[in-house]
């Protein structure tokens, strides 16, 4: 069973604050993925990585910036957090391309920004 | 960019009922995906369908796919409370076949 494993589950940060939000799957995929879900919204795609030292901005980047050091790590980070970035925070990975594969999704991470 | 959108935000059933999701997209895909998201939990793929095929069955699920309207429904045979559940569908973009991109989700809710 593919696994992909968040920390930390819950956050509380301050405006002005970074936060790294971690990933770490256990699949050996080569993609990684970070979508924010919020109600009436379902979920953003912010970044992905098609594998270690690549980032791609997704469709709602600004304000967030992403890192991935290995194949099994993906990081998101807010160097400045803003009460807007509250949000429940989704990892997954997977090998979608050419009408194959699927996602897998970590339980997602909670962010409260004050 | 909404490339894939489900047409309805909420829906109820009674337990043992049928029921049918449906989602439409905005470009030409290498294949569409449909989710289920359980409360608490991250999403888990229920069925995948290519561009080439009309028909995807899994079980109570069964998925279709229209190219030419590009629409895809997904439909629940005898329900259980269990399925009550947010449903995505998600697609590649035509010119990025690695950038996943979700619908806002429908919300169902199977009563008892």
């Known amino acids: 069973e593919a696994a992909v494993t968040q920390s930390p589950r819950n956050k509380v940060a301050v405006t002005g604050g970074k936060v790294t939000l971690s990933c770490n799957q256990t699949?050996?995929?080569?993609?990684m993925y970070w979508y924010r879900q919020d109600t009436g919204h379902g979920l953003r795609l912010i970044h992905y990585?098609?594998?270690?030292?690549s980032t791609e901005k997704g469709d709602i980047p600004d304000g967030y910036k992403a890192s991935r050091p290995s194949q099994e790590n993906f990081s998101l980070i807010l160097e400045l957090a803003t009460p807007s970035q509250t949000s429940v925070y989704f990892c997954a990975s997977g090998e979608w391309g050419l009408g194959t594969g699927q996602l897998y999704f970590g339980e997602g991470s909670k962010l409260t920004v004050l | 960019s909404q490339l894939a959108e489900e047409n309805l935000w909420a829906l109820s059933v009674h337990e043992g009922e049928s029921v049918t999701v449906n989602c439409s997209y905005k470009t030409s895909i290498t294949a569409l995906q449909w989710y289920r998201q359980k409360s608490g939990e991250g999403p888990a793929q229920l069925i995948l369908i290519r561009s080439n095929e009309r028909e995807k069955r899994n079980g109570r699920l069964r998925a279709t796919l229209d190219t030419s309207s590009q629409s895809s429904s997904l439909s629940i045979t005898a329900t259980r409370c269990e399925d009550t559940a947010v449903y995505f569908c998600a697609t590649d973009e035509d010119t990025n076949a690695y950038k996943v991109i979700f619908g806002k989700g429908t919300h169902l809710h199977v009563l008892p």
């Open positions: 699949n050996n995929h080569n993609n």
């Open positions: 990585s098609y594998g270690a030292g």
